[in-house]
């Protein structure tokens, strides 16, 4: 076959990449176009659904910032509201604290004034039962067989402390000391007797101190001075003083004027009070037998709810720091 025909052939069987107009040609770039035409479609979608995404994260971000503004608008509004309603409570705590120290100077001149008036209405009660003596140890109901009280007690007088029977003991008054009758196996109760004369009185307790006292129906029997409550609570205080000392071998008594003598293993000393006495006992190691009495700053403290409860036993009103010192301070340390 000649060449030029062979080259023909081939030609007409595998078509040309060349040839412009031929049809397989064509139809490879229709293809390709479509391609990336659907390409672009697709990235301007999600270029549409991207802008889209966008202006509704912008809206929420515009919400939200709007919601947090007006939040914070009202959390501004609360602030004020309680600075106010803090600084108005420190102005009343303030005012409240400089009154309370106020009631509590006039409380402690009430005591101070209340204080006084005990010890005068105790020595007036003192004064006022001068006259009188007590009887213990009468059965009780040992009277019942006489006319009355008094004429019981002018004859248990006479005859067991051997006075002349026709003396006159000028016995005004004369009853059993008031309360409910104790039961059978308790102690009587004492018999109160009042002297018209204060030396009657005198020479019969002297009398009966001499003879140490007598016995009736079996029975022990003392006349002593009629002391009012105060004094026989220092009178108990003083014999249960004695009676601890005495086991430590200690001794004391109270000489004129006066001033309480200790007689000390070591020697002797003359105190000019109890006070002193129980400050000087207690540094040695003995125990405190003297109790003094109840200042008016203890009290005011034993009956101040507020020092008990804040703990503020030791602190007195001259030292004490306002309430808006202590929140200057406060306030100081948390700016530091």
Sequence with gaps: MPKSQLKKSNHDKVPGKHAVNNKPLVEESGASGCASFSQRDTKGQREEGNMANLDVILQELREFRQEN???????????NKTKNRIDEAEE?????????ESVE??????????????????????RSRRDNIRIHGVCEGAEENSPSVIYFVETLLKENLDLPPFSDLKI????????????????????????????????????A??????????RKVNLDHDYSPEVLKKRKE?????????????????????????FFQDGTRIYGSAEEATKDMAAKGLPVVFKPPETWVERIKRLSWSAVSRGRETETP????????KLETFRRSERL
């Design 69 to 79: 503004s007006e939040q914070l608008r009202d959390i501004r509004e609360d602030i």
């Design 92 to 100: 009343r705590i303030a005012e409240a604290e400089e009154r309370l």
């Design 105 to 126: 100077g006039a409380v402690s001149e009430l005591l101070k004034l209340q204080t006084h008036m005990e010890a005068r209405l105790t020595d007036q009660e003192g």
């Design 172 to 207: 005004e008054r004369a009853h059993q000391a008031l309360g409910t009758k104790p039961p059978a196996d308790a102690p009587p109760r004492s018999i109160v007797v009042k002297f018209a004369s204060h030396r009657t009185k005198e020479e019969i307790i002297k009398t």
């Design 209 to 218: 101190w001499q003879k140490q006292g007598f016995v009736y129906q079996e």
């Design 238 to 262: 003083y014999v249960e003083a004695k009676r601890v000392l005495r086991e430590k071998n200690i001794r004391f008594q109270t000489p004129f004027p006066a001033k309480l003598r200790v």
């Design 318 to 325: 001259a030292s004490r720091t306002g309430f808006k010192e």
